[in-house]
C-alpha cells in the first residue's frame, strides 16, 4: 500500500483558504486518493476522493497533479467548526473497502 | 435517518476480563468495518464484513479478538483476556457496496475501552 505523509499540524485563521498536502510518491496506476476528516470524540467522516486533476463538492476541492505523487485537499473561508484532523488515504478501491489511516494533519483555526 | 450506534460507549473493564462491543450499523448497509483507535493516532483496521462473513480480518491483532455479524446487520467485538494494551476508541462503520461509485463509510461515535 502506498505510505502517505502529511504535516502534523496546521494553524489558520478564521476565512482563511486552507490547503493541506499529502505526499504519496509511491502511488500505484490503480490508487484512488480519499480524504477524511475526524472531529474530537466522533468517528471519521468522508470528505472528497479523486483520482486526477480537480474534484469539487460542497466542501472541499482535492487538486492532484499530473504525476499523483501528492495531493492537495483545499477548504475555502475556514470557520472555527472546521478544526479537526484530516486524513489522506490511498487505496486501489474505489468502491471502499478496508481504510488505511496514518497520523492525520491537525488543522486548528483562530478567530 | 439514524446514523451507526455503537454501545456500551464506555467500558471500564479489568485486566483479564470479557468484553463486548455492539455495533448497530445504518439500515441497509452491507459492509461492516470495525476500528481502533489510540489517542493522537489515526484508526487502525481491525476486521470487515461483507453481509455476515468476514471478508477480511487480517487486522486482528491476535486470536483473543473475535467480530461476529450472524444476521447481516448488528455487528459485535469480542475481546478475551483484556490486557492494559487493548485500551482505546474502538470505532464501528458501515458502507453500501455498489460497483460503479465510491462507498463511503459512515462512522459510530465509538466505545472508549479502559483496561484497568
Known amino acids: 500500500l502506498a505510505k502517505t505523509t502529511q504535516p502534523i499540524s496546521m494553524d489558520s485563521y478564521e476565512g482563511q483558504e486552507v490547503n493541506i498536502t499529502c505526499s504519496h510518491n509511491?502511488?500505484?496506476?490503480?490508487?484512488?486518493i480519499t480524504w477524511y476528516q475526524q472531529f474530537p470524540s466522533q468517528g471519521p467522516r468522508f470528505i472528497i476522493q479523486?483520482?486526477?486533476t480537480k474534484v469539487t463538492n460542497e466542501v472541499a476541492s482535492l487538486f492532484i497533479p499530473a504525476d499523483r505523487k501528492s495531493s492537495t485537499l483545499s477548504l475555502p473561508r475556514v470557520s472555527l467548526s472546521d478544526t479537526a484532523v484530516y486524513y489522506c488515504?490511498?487505496?486501489?478501491?474505489?468502491?471502499?473497502?478496508?481504510?488505511?489511516f496514518g497520523q492525520g494533519t491537525e488543522l486548528s483555526v483562530k478567530p | 435517518g439514524a446514523g451507526v450506534s455503537q454501545t456500551p460507549s464506555n467500558k471500564v473493564t479489568e485486566k483479564g476480563k470479557y468484553v463486548e462491543l455492539r455495533c448497530d450499523p445504518i439500515?441497509?448497509?452491507?459492509?461492516l468495518y470495525w476500528y481502533r483507535q489510540s489517542l493522537g493516532q489515526g484508526p487502525e483496521f481491525l476486521i470487515y464484513?461483507?453481509?455476515?462473513?468476514?471478508?477480511?480480518d487480517s487486522g486482528l491483532p491476535n486470536d483473543r479478538f473475535f467480530a461476529v455479524r450472524p444476521e447481516g446487520s448488528v455487528s459485535t467485538l469480542k475481546i478475551q483476556r483484556t490486557e492494559r494494551g487493548d485500551s482505546a476508541v474502538y470505532l464501528c462503520?458501515?458502507?453500501?457496496?455498489?460497483?460503479?461509485?465510491?462507498?463511503?463509510?459512515?462512522f459510530g461515535p465509538g466505545t472508549r475501552l479502559t483496561v484497568l
Open positions: 462503520a458501515s458502507s453500501s457496496w455498489t460497483v460503479s461509485s465510491y462507498n463511503e463509510q459512515f
Open positions: 509511491n502511488i500505484a496506476t490503480n490508487d484512488y
Open positions: 479523486g483520482y486526477k
Open positions: 488515504l490511498v487505496g486501489d478501491t474505489p468502491q471502499g473497502g478496508k481504510l488505511i
Open positions: 439500515s441497509g448497509h452491507t459492509a
Open positions: 464484513f461483507q453481509g455476515t462473513g468476514a471478508a477480511d
